[in-house]
């Protein structure tokens, strides 16, 4: 997979920080094309530069630091497999997200007779929509969260902590996507009735 100088790419009066991404980009394109050409050292590079996203989706789907670490090897595992069918970096982290996702919905579902309580410091670390204000009721707000089924939980946490829109998340979990959009709005229904009020922004998040 050849890669095209970073020339090519390049803006003459970019600001620094925009050239410093731009930069950091092709890096990762080059380790991309690097791995995919079975060097080792370049494949461990975008697992040190993804680990920590997908770690952290999925603690925010599973809610136990073990499962989602286990969860993430896997994902990483299954990732070296399919490093010729990665076609670029964006490519890679909605990969990424999307195995993580599905792997996580797998365990959850496989999990559910036998459903234990979240543990208050796991809980703790589970985002829900931002809210300004009493951390009383953030705290509710990420236990809730917890306790969604599978895949209303998939889709909430990819629209609020992935800041995906519902397009990309109906692609991602392979749903229609009206079914995304119902989702979302019984979720933060849900939310905002055991909860109390939302931002207003996050309602049109729903339909954008």
């Not at 809980?123 to 809210?131: D, G």
């Not at 009383?136 to 990420?142: Q, V």
């Not at 079914?179 to 207003?200: C, D, I, M, Y």
Request: aromatic share 4%; glycine share 4%; hydrophobic share 45%.
């Amino acid at each position: 997979m050849s890669v095209p100088p970073a020339s090519s790419f390049a803006m003459p009066c970019a600001p620094t920080g925009e050239r410093h991404m731009a930069a950091a980009g092709g890096l990762e394109q080059l380790s991309l094309a690097r791995a995919q050409a079975g060097e080792l050292e370049a494949f461990r590079q975008l697992v040190r530069a993804h680990q920590g996203a997908v770690y952290s989706l999925a603690l925010r789907l599973l809610g136990v630091r073990e499962d989602a670490q286990e969860l993430s090897q896997d994902v990483f595992l299954l990732l070296h497999r399919h490093l010729p069918a990665i076609v670029s970096v964006p490519h890679l982290r909605f990969w990424l997200r999307r195995t993580a996702c599905h792997r996580a919905i797998d365990r959850l579902r496989q999990r559910r007779s036998r459903l234990v309580a979240l543990p208050l410091d796991a809980a703790a670390e589970i985002e829900a929509p931002a809210l300004d204000g009493d951390l009383l009721l953030e705290r509710r707000l990420r236990q809730l969260v917890a306790q969604l089924p599978a895949m209303p939980r998939a889709v909430l946490l990819l629209r609020y902590q992935e800041d995906m829109d519902p397009l990309q998340i109906a692609r991602a979990l392979e749903l229609p996507l009206n079914t995304v959009k119902s989702h979302l709005r019984r979720s933060l229904a849900l939310l905002r009735r055991h909860g109390g009020e939302l931002n207003p922004a996050d309602s049109a998040k729903v339909d954008t």
